[in-house]
């Protein structure tokens, strides 16, 4: 599976912002998704991830109301709505991709996803 997010750039604090991802190679609808990002000098930390069937989602707590995670399987894309931005959302944004398992639970954790986009640049100005 082949992924490739978009949407980033600079925006202002308080603006909104969405970016997507864009799945090739692959059934879409048999992999959970994940959104990780990487500030500047930091490591890559967990955002939000939603199941293969997008019944499960989660968000890290930094995020939770301020972000929605969806996927649209007819347009092998997934996406994260983000509002409210602040300068410390700043960062690299990936987008990551595992198969599905019986259990209807997106993983939070870097390691265990397999497939990983080129990352997009999301830049918060105050």
């Known amino acids: 599976v082949q992924l490739v997010e978009s949407g980033g750039g600079l925006v202002q604090a308080g603006d909104s912002l969405r970016v997507s991802c864009v799945a090739s190679?692959?059934?879409?609808?048999?992999?959970?998704v994940g959104w990780f990002r990487q500030p500047p000098g930091k490591e890559r930390e967990f955002v939000a991830a939603i199941s293969w069937s997008g019944r499960t989602t989660y968000f890290a707590d930094s995020v939770k109301d301020r972000c929605t995670i969806s996927r649209d399987n007819a347009k092998n894309t997934g996406y994260l709505q983000m509002s409210s931005l602040k300068p410390e959302d700043t960062a690299v944004y990936y987008c990551?991709?595992?198969?599905?398992?019986?259990?209807?639970?997106?993983?939070?954790?870097?390691?265990?996803?397999?497939?990983w986009g080129q990352g997009t640049q999301v830049t918060v100005s105050s």
């Open positions: 990551a991709a595992v198969a599905r398992t019986a259990f209807d639970l997106p993983p939070r954790e870097p390691y265990q996803y397999d497939y």
């Open positions: 190679g692959g059934a879409f609808n048999d992999y959970a």
